[in-house]
């Protein structure tokens, strides 16, 4: 399933927080508030809600950018371009292939931010958590 901006999901799992911090406050108690928290949240699965914001996870290497800078030139002018530098600008993309191949097999962490319909909002929570509505 596809996680966007204001798509409606259900929470696929039962789900447990540990403690529940009121905001502005961080888990240790301190911030603007008061107090070390009050105690903790369950959340049955089935609860539906909309997705506020998607967070994707991959960070790439200066290897993956320039392979994707050096093959979009080379998808969108090679065939423009004399057979030298055409030649020259495929070795370099064939270079940084290893490094775009690792960063393709890498595991996406997908997190998300999900306004509930009973008011609750659960953010940075795996992506995985959820199915469509």
């Known amino acids: 399933m596809t996680l966007n901006e204001g798509r409606r999901v259900k ?3 039962d789900l447990r927080l540990g403690q529940v ?5 961080d888990a240790s108690g301190t911030g603007t508030g008061a107090g070390a928290g009050a105690g903790f949240l369950a959340l049955a699965a089935g609860v539906e809600g909309t997705v506020e914001r998607v967070d994707e996870d991959r960070p790439q290497s200066q290897e993956v950018r320039e ?3 050096l093959k979009s030139l080379l998808d969108d002018f090679g ?4 057979p030298g530098s055409r030649r020259q600008l495929q070795e370099q993309v064939d270079s940084l292939e290893p ?7 890498r595991k996406l962490r997908l997190t998300v931010r999900v306004r509930f ?3 609750f909002v659960l953010d940075d929570a ?3 958590l959820f ?3």
């Open 79 to 82: 065939h423009q371009m004399p």
């Open 11 to 13: 929470l696929a799992v």
């Open 117 to 119: 319909d009973n008011g």
């Open 67 to 69: 392979y994707e800078r």
């Open 99 to 105: 490094a775009w191949t690792a960063y393709q097999e």
């Open 21 to 25: 911090v009121p905001d502005g406050e």
């Open 131 to 133: 199915t469509s509505a």
């Open 126 to 128: 795996p992506g995985d």
